[in-house]
């Protein structure tokens, strides 16, 4: 009872406090920041790295064997997806062309099925999983096709991915030289919008190191500094009443 | 083998089929993983995937053998057909990740008649069966048709021939069918019932099913590597000669009954014959940098000869072969354009072959032939392998953890000031050391107490080093270390699922603001494979992956929870115990290992929950080779609480006692053979 009495006397005295939430404290009694930003990263830096191995000739070669299987692999009709997943683009492509009326072009390039490319033969398979409905007879045209596919896929294993970038950069090069001595009719632009894009680009330009964005030639970013509200204010046109 | 059955392994191979076969087969595989073998109405209870979806994935992993479907045994005179179960193949799933050193091993090693086309042709016939798991040879005909970009006609004949080979060759079996019964896992002698009302009728029903059993796995295994009769015949001989060989092929009707009939014959890669062929480079590798490259061009020369007359994926050591018939088997090698560097005299690298104290290539005086020299497979495997520990250990705790490591190894037992002395260190660093690899599990430590209260004071410690526990924690670690690279392989693919798909489509116009994404992720991805890769073929050494279907390792032990392999792996375990315990050589010859198996020996035990399951196989070995040990002990615990509450079995030498504990113990069923 006492004890009870206790405890009730001290919840209430230390009520009266408004000490706030429990601060998390160390050894020394300094207060330890409790922000937590995020989770903690799932693959944390490492003190102690190891040497860097070097791709020897020998692993380029294994490498491009283990990349051609698993590029078949995942074009192939065992690779099995979800049917919410084999839709996609696609799906809603074939939608609209049902739903327009345009329906057989999609249907010829109906992906290959199982029973196209295995033998499904009692001898091997349960019978369980066999039913009635798979037979092993396929149109020897689609197994055709599908052996004959073997050869195309070969030919984009060669390219060197440094390379492609080498060439996209000399086409880009060269595609801006022809943009840059044909614009100067082009802008038609105020005053006001050049300076601006000429301080983005100024921006723009400092960070490129670091984000890696484009710059002058790049039209992702051509509307970004396009004014929706340049007539705001302006009493012609309604003042400063918003407008929706 | 223990790490293969743990969760990452299992975890590995389940990453391996989602990367491969989809998100559907992986969920069904990783079931089949964790539950063991299971029929088609629990898999669609559990699984929790629509019907078409489930026979479809079923019907997928069961063409690239990762499932096998076995048929469950029935009593006789049952009235409900046999139950189909699908049974997952771990192995075989890991295995995967090899087929590119698979395919890279025909790429260089395969020479034919005619030289590049026709290693062209193999290559291309065994990247089809990767490829597609399961084949016909229509189908193979049209698949290498495809990849060469030729005619199907143009190339049958050569394809036909190139099959043949490789099938003669053991590198392409025929696929096993789906009616083979579901072999018994093993049961523990102890857990069989001692003539307890046992009748005989019971007992002759046992036999028969197990006969029963053994005949589809012999006939399966009989049939593996035959060339069936359309694929023989046609190989340009002449109408005479092949209706002699149509005559004598006739005479055993119940092949060709197979071979005529309407059954297709499926074709899949073996790839035992792949692991045999890694083993013998490993060996090669191994004695050219012990010894010099022309002991191991010889090596290579006797192994090459002697390649066919091997029964096991794992020989001890390979067929005598004479001088003579190493020097034919030479000029053969290089004839056939094989790397191979000259010799100069070839007598002189086999004088100094006889005086190798590592004993990797051993001679035998006294045939009719003259001096045979044979390369002793086993010793270079371990020779390999404590390499690798020695490595890991040297990594690991530096040099003075390599110093302890390798004096315990060679010494044996010894307590902590000796170990001091003999590496050279101070007794706060030893300490530290011994402590920091007995939690690594390299090391074991035994208490030996003066008095019965096992007090720390009044008790010694002594160390040790038992190279099969490390050897099997190692093997753990590696899988383990595998599945966090292709984890993290996987997680990088899943953060650029974009960028991989375009990469992978072959789409290479990447904008510039990705191009540095685009280097940065390549450059990763090759990292980890690559390293993936190492990992696998250094694991290979450590293990290589045994056929589960194969009649001589099939014993009657495959199940869920233990393997052949493991039983396989235990017999070398016995040896190596006994070569660190006694001391002097392994015995090579056939008469000195029998005479060894009925010394009595002694088999110490080692700290830890593994070295339970490892005892019992060890256990079953012995069983199995047939030892006539006078008195069997049975201990309740490894760690021998008994012994230390009666005293009676020392762990450092033969047991002061000869009583049997049997009214003691038999908790955790372990037997230990005992030297008396």
């Known amino acids: ?244 | 083998m223990a790490e293969l059955v743990h969760p990452e392994a299992c975890q590995l191979a389940t990453l391996i089929v989602e990367e491969q076969l989809g998100p559907i087969c992986k969920e069904i595989c990783a079931l089949l993983l964790r539950k063991g073998y299971q029929t088609l109405f629990e898999l669609a209870k559990t699984s929790g995937c629509p019907r078409a979806e489930l026979y479809d994935a079923l019907l997928v992993l069961t063409q690239h053998n990762c499932i096998q479907p076995f048929v469950l045994e029935q009593e006789e005179g049952a009235k409900t057909s046999p139950q189909t179960v699908f049974q997952p193949d771990l192995l075989a799933i890991l295995h995967r990740l090899r087929s590119a050193r698979c395919l890279l091993h025909i790429a260089d090693t395969w020479k034919g008649t005619n030289g590049q086309d026709e290693t062209k042709i193999a290559e291309a016939i065994v990247e089809g069966l990767l490829e597609n798991g399961r084949l016909t040879s229509q189908q193979i005909y049209r698949n290498v048709a495809g990849k060469l970009g030729c005619a199907v006609d143009d190339s049958t004949k050569a394809t036909k021939k190139l099959l043949c080979q490789l099938i003669s060759s053991h590198y392409v079996e025929r696929a096993p069918p789906a009616n083979l019964t579901l072999p018994k896992p093993a049961i523990h002698p102890d857990a069989m019932a001692k003539g307890r009302g046992i009748s005989a009728v019971a007992k002759a029903q046992e036999e028969q099913a197990a006969n029963l059993r053994r005949l589809d796995k012999v006939s399966y295994g009989r049939d593996r590597f035959r060339i069936p009769s359309d694929l023989r015949l046609d190989d340009g001989h002449s109408a005479a000669e092949s209706a002699l060989k149509r005559q004598k092929l006739s005479h055993s009707a119940s092949t060709e009954a197979l071979d005529m009939g309407t059954d297709p014959i499926l074709w899949r890669v073996c790839y035992e014959e792949f692991n045999r062929s890694f083993r013998h480079a490993a060996c090669i590798a191994m004695i050219s940098q012990a010894r010099d490259e022309e002991a191991a061009a010889i090596a290579s020369a006797i192994l090459t000869k002697t390649r066919h007359f091997e029964t096991r994926l794992k020989e001890q050591e390979s067929q005598p072969l004479s001088a003579a018939m190493i020097k034919a088997s030479l000029e053969e090698m290089m004839q056939s354009g094989e790397e191979v560097s000259p010799i100069h005299d070839v007598d002189a690298v086999l004088r100094e072959i006889e005086r190798d104290d590592l004993e990797m290539m051993t001679s035998s005086t006294g045939g009719p032939d003259g001096t045979m020299y044979q390369v002793q497979l086993d010793t270079c495997i371990n020779l390999a392998r404590l390499k690798t520990i020695e490595s890991i250990v040297g990594a690991r705790f530096g040099l003075l953890g390599l110093r302890i490591w390798r004096a315990l190894f060679l010494s044996g037992q010894l307590e902590q000031k000796t170990i001091q002395d003999m590496a050279i260190g101070d007794q706060k660093d030893t300490r530290q050391l011994l402590y920091g690899m007995l939690k690594g599990g390299f090391m074991a430590v035994t208490e030996i107490p003066k008095s019965a209260d096992r007090a720390a004071s009044r008790t010694f410690y002594t160390w040790r080093v038992r190279r099969d526990i490390v050897s099997e924690r190692i093997g753990l670690d590696m899988v383990h270390s595998m599945f966090n690279i292709a984890s993290r392989l996987h997680t990088e693919s899943l953060l650029n699922l974009e960028l991989v798909q375009q990469l992978e489509s072959g789409n290479t116009t990447i904008l510039k603001t990705h191009r540095q994404q685009v280097s940065h992720l390549t450059g990763a991805r090759d990292l980890l494979e690559s390293s993936l890769f190492r990992m696998d073929e250094l694991n290979s050494v450590r293990l290589p992956y045994d056929h589960p279907l194969t009649p001589e390792t099939y014993s009657g032990a495959y199940g869920n929870s233990t393997s052949a392999v493991e039983i396989a792996f235990s017999a070398r375990v016995v040896e190596q115990t006994e070569y660190l315990l006694a001391g002097p050589a392994l015995p090579t010859s056939p008469t000195a290992r029998q005479a060894s198996h009925k010394r009595k020996r002694q088999l110490e035990v080692g700290p830890g929950a593994r070295s339970h399951r490892l005892y019992t196989y060890l256990f079953l070995e012995t069983r199995q080779a047939g030892d006539q040990m006078r008195k069997r002990h049975a201990v309740n615990d490894p760690r021998l609480r008994a012994a230390r509450v009666n005293g009676a079995f020392d762990l450092l030498g033969a047991p002061r006692y000869n009583r049997p504990f049997q009214d003691i113990c038999l908790e955790t069923n372990v037997k230990v053979e005992v030297c008396l």
């Not at chain 1, 160390?26 to 799932?42: F, H």
């Not at chain 1, 199982?114 to 033969?121: E, F, G, N, W």
């Open chain 1, 1 to 244: 009872m006492a004890a009870r009495g206790r405890g009730r006397g001290g919840f209430r005295g230390r009520g009266r406090g408004g000490v706030g939430p429990p601060v998390a404290k160390d050894d020394d009694g300094n207060i330890v920041s409790s922000q937590v930003e995020g989770p903690p990263p799932l693959y944390p830096e490492l003190e102690k790295l190891p040497k860097r191995p070097e791709i020897s000739p020998r692993d380029k070669r294994l490498l491009a064997r283990h990349r051609a299987l698993n590029k078949f692999y995942k074009n192939s009709p065992y690779f099995l997806k979800r049917n919410h997943e084999q839709s996609g683009a696609d799906g809603v492509l074939e939608k609209i062309d049902d739903l327009a009326g345009i329906s057989k072009k999609r249907k010829e390039e109906q992906p290959l099925q199982l029973s196209d490319v295995m033998i499904l033969h009692p001898k091997y398979f349960p019978q369980e999983l066999l039913g009635k409905n798979r037979t092993a007879g396929s149109s020897a045209t689609k197994q055709q096709q599908f052996w004959a596919a073997q050869q195309k896929d070969k030919d984009m294993q060669g390219k060197d991915l440094e390379a492609t970038f080498a060439d996209l950069a000399k086409k880009e090069a060269a595609a801006a030289k022809a943009g840059k001595d044909g614009t100067g009719s082009k802008n038609a632009i105020n005053e006001d919008d050049e300076e601006k894009r000429a301080n983005a680009e100024e921006e723009v330009a400092e960070e490129d190191e670091e984000d890696g964005y484009g710059h002058d030639d790049d039209d992702y970013l051509q509307g970004q500094d396009y004014q929706d509200d340049e007539e705001y204010g302006d009493e012609e046109a309604g003042g400063d009443e918003a407008y929706f």
